[in-house]
């Protein structure tokens, strides 16, 4: 599971469902006080559910993806 770490709007999302990850891609990007912050996989995996979509505002801790 990825989280969001501050809130902030999903400015991209890089990845699909199903999708295999390495440890170190980038997931998506969150886009916050005018600077854009990158959200990487912390292991490899799979991507199980993408809870956000473009655009969304989160807060921090929110759910952004789930890992398989």
């Known amino acids: 599971m990825r989280a969001a770490p ?8 890089a990845v699909a469902q199903g ?3 390495k440890a170190t891609d980038v997931l998506l990007t969150l886009e916050a006080m005018k600077m854009e912050t990158a959200i ?4 490899d995996c799979v ?3 993408i809870a956000v ?3 969304a505002q989160v ?3 929110d759910l952004l993806i789930l890992l398989g």
Not at 6 to 13: A, L, R, W
Not at 40 to 43: K, P, V
């Open 6 to 13: 501050m809130p902030g709007s999903v400015s991209s999302i």
């Open 40 to 43: 990487h996989a912390a292991q």
């Open 59 to 61: 807060d921090a801790k």
């Open 47 to 49: 991507i199980g559910e």
């Open 53 to 55: 979509k473009p655009g």
């Open 19 to 21: 999708q295999p990850v």
